[in-house]
T-cell receptor, first 109, second 117 residues
Framework: RKEVEQDPGPFNVPEGATVAFNCTYS??????FFWYRQDCRKEPKLLMS???SGNEDGRFTAQLNRASQYISLLIRDSKLSDSATYLC??????????FGGGTRLMVKP | GAVVSQHPSWVICKSGTSVKIECRSL??????MFWYRQFPKQSLMLMAT?????????EQGVEKDKFLINHASLTLSTLTVTSAHPEDSSFYIC?????????????FGEGSRLTVL
């Protein structure tokens, strides 16, 4: 079993739709969590950190459920420019980041 | 913001040659840098953790004699793929944390796409 699991997708949604990605992690010692965005053939870039209380950044909302070892990312009012692969990341011991396989999002006109 | 520069961006080489990839933190110091490999349509896989002034820590299954890592200063780590073969063709990405920031954010280099003929 992978340490961080994500549905690979692709998720094909129309512009303006709301889409949610889920991620589960198996290491209960994981301390911090992040969502990264990776465009094709580019390096990953931090989208947002994930806090226990849930956090929002514009159209993006991230939530963490430690009891269920589950993380989510909600994107509202999808834009064409949101098309990318979204990587769920768990930070296990300060220096060890484990990446999920990524979820591919395609937003269509 | 913190910038990590990676060079070269693209490299094509013949089988059997060695290729060196550089990773530099341009505006911050990084005691630790990380090297990842990403095959097409797959996620990043951590290869090794590069520690300034000491030996790198390799992940299971990664040959340390094939993937030589040197972290000679707080701003530079190099990965050398020795005697490269076609199966080593991949996207290699480095990353680093700014030791003076407490956010935990990892900054990535632009990646180096290696093609071994």
């Amino acid at each position: 079993r992978k340490e961080v699991e994500q549905d690979p997708g692709p998720f094909n949604v129309p512009e303006g739709a709301t889409v949610a990605f889920n991620c589960t992690y198996s290491n209960s010692a994981s301390q911090s969590f992040f969502w990264y965005r990776q465009d094709c053939r580019k390096e990953p870039k931090l989208l947002m950190s994930v806090y226990s209380s849930g956090n929002e950044d514009g159209r993006f909302t991230a939530q963490l459920n430690r009891a269920s070892q589950y993380i989510s990312l909600l994107i509202r009012d999808s834009k064409l420019s949101d098309s990318a692969t979204y990587l769920c990341v768990a930070d296990n011991a300060g220096n060890m980041l484990t990446f999920g396989g990524g979820t591919r999002l395609m937003v269509k006109p | 913001g913190a910038v990590v520069s990676q060079h070269p961006s693209w490299v094509i080489c013949k089988s059997g040659t060695s290729v060196k990839i550089e990773c530099r933190s341009l505006d911050f110091q990084a005691t630790t840098m990380f090297w990842y490999r990403q095959f097409p349509k797959q996620s990043l896989m951590l290869m090794a953790t590069s520690n300034e002034g000491s030996k790198a820590t390799y992940e299971q299954g990664v040959e340390k004699d094939k993937f030589l890592i040197n972290h000679a200063s707080l701003t530079l780590s190099t990965l050398t793929v020795t005697s490269a073969h076609p199966e080593d063709s991949s996207f290699y990405i480095c990353s680093a944390r700014d030791r003076d920031r407490g956010t935990g954010e990892l900054f990535f280099g632009e990646g180096s796409r290696l093609t071994v003929l």
